[in-house]
């Protein structure tokens, strides 16, 4: 049975890989339409035949990664589950210890590293084609350092995690999920808080912008939108990569603008003055607000619909899950399977959602600036500096993208010029 229910999702794996290959590279649903070709929409007449070339290849192949990488996770929970790998952690972490706090932080190691070996080559794949396709100038070892941070960040909180959960559940089988729910309210604005302070620094360094020219002018614009000037700061990513990129992270005193050194130096000030409108826009709408409440909400449905799965899964096939009772640490992966699923399942809600904070933002940015050359010339080089694609297949955009499409964000620029 075991055997039978691995070789079936091997199965769908391939099939799933024959329609993407079909969808992403053969159908080409992306292509513009004839009254757009020769527009400002149409990358022929921003890029080079090399550039264009290259963005596509890069696009499509980026597109079967990220499609190929979500089934490739529930593969990683059912191994876990089916191949009794679980168990064999549980045994470990229980023969070591007699306290929970032990036994959970040895079987979350475990599973983290277990987790970190079957990825690792999904990601070494992503890092070479980022340096094949010079996006990524980041060395080997820097790579390999910022794969290490992520691995210890990602177990802590894994640990922590774990060890309430698992105490909520033996506490209260029926209830657990709300309580769960409650106590992931104060850690999410916790997260949120701490990030650009503590956790952002361990993988690159912050400070006030270099530029004091380019300083003056964005913050007497951020100053327009009472921003205080300690709010905004630049990083250097120069070393990692030559994509541009700028964000607005943290919440209250911890709130900032953070806009990479790539961004400053490749592009112009007007360029830059429509970014930092942009991210202002973000900061003043508080949209890492409204964020934190939308997760909490899709958190609360998540574990509403977990709970219930996992008690029905457990009954009828615990036996072959190799889950004896679901207070045990092996019905962790199950309960992370059931998770992935539901966070993968509710991801065209939740980037619909951004995009429509994203194109908002755009918005703020061209009424503020009022400069819509900068604004399309920033789009196209935000195209050109990641080899984006500027309209990408409907499953692409619903499942990936967080922003509007270069194409819808030209075209609403282009729009708001028409209606001046
Ligand atoms: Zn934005």
């Not at 060890?163 to 992931?184: C, D, M, N, V």
């Not at 007497?220 to 000037?229: F, G, N, Q, T, V």
């Not at 509710?346 to 951004?354: G, K, L, T, W």
């Not at 010339?377 to 967080?402: D, I």
């Amino acid at each position: 049975m075991r055997k039978k229910i691995i070789l079936i999702f091997l199965t769908c794996y391939v099939l799933f890989i024959g329609f993407l290959y079909l969808y992403l590279f053969i159908w080409n649903t992306g292509a513009l339409s004839a009254d757009e070709i020769g527009t400002a929409v149409d990358p022929a007449t921003f890029l080079t035949g090399e550039e264009l070339v290259l963005s596509e290849q890069y696009s499509n192949i980026r597109n079967l990664l990220f499609f190929l990488g979500i089934p490739y996770e529930w593969l990683f929970y059912l191994l876990i589950l089916l191949l009794g790998i679980g168990k064999v952690f549980e045994k470990w972490a229980e023969s070591t210890s007699k306290r929970w706090l032990f036994k959970s932080a040895i079987f979350t190691f475990c599973l983290s590293f277990a987790s970190f070996l079957f990825f690792f080559p999904l990601g070494f794949v992503g890092y070479r084609l980022s340096k094949s396709y010079g996006l990524s100038n980041e060395t080997f070892h820097g790579w390999m350092r910022d794969q290490l941070i992520d691995f210890w960040i990602e177990w802590v909180f894994l640990f922590i995690i774990v060890t309430f959960l698992y105490w909520l559940i033996r506490k209260s089988e029926k209830r657990w999920w709300l309580y769960a729910w409650f106590l992931s309210i104060p850690f999410t604005v916790f997260m949120m808080f701490i990030q650009p302070v503590i956790i952002d620094p361990l993988y690159n360094d912050f400070y006030p912008l270099k530029d004091k020219a380019l300083e003056d002018k964005i913050l007497s614009l951020a100053a327009k939108a009472d921003i205080p000037a300690e709010h905004v700061y630049e990083v250097n990513m120069s070393e990692k990569t030559n994509t541009l990129n700028a964000y607005v992270t943290g919440i209250g005193s911890n709130s900032r603008i953070v806009l990479w050194d790539t961004t400053l130096t490749k592009l112009d000030d007007e360029e830059i003055l429509f970014i930092m409108a942009h991210e202002m826009a973000h900061y003043v709408e508080k949209h890492i607000y409204f964020g934190i409440a939308g997760t909490l909400l899709l958190l609360l449905a998540g574990l509403f619909i977990t709970a219930k799965l996992l008690d029905v899964l457990c009954d009828k096939y615990g036996g072959i899950l190799r889950i004896s009772d679901k207070t045990k640490l092996s019905s962790l992966p199950l309960i992370l399977l059931i998770l992935s699923v539901l966070s993968f399942a509710a991801s065209p809600i939740s980037n619909a959602v951004s995009r429509y904070q994203e194109e908002r933002a755009d918005r703020y940015a061209i009424e503020m600036t009022r400069d819509v050359d900068a604004g399309i010339s920033t789009f196209h080089e935000l195209t050109r500096a990641g080899l984006s694609q500027v309209n990408p297949p409907k499953l692409v955009k619903w499942f990936r993208y967080g922003h509007p499409t270069m194409k819808e964000r030209i075209e609403m620029i282009e729009t708001y010029e028409q209606n001046k």
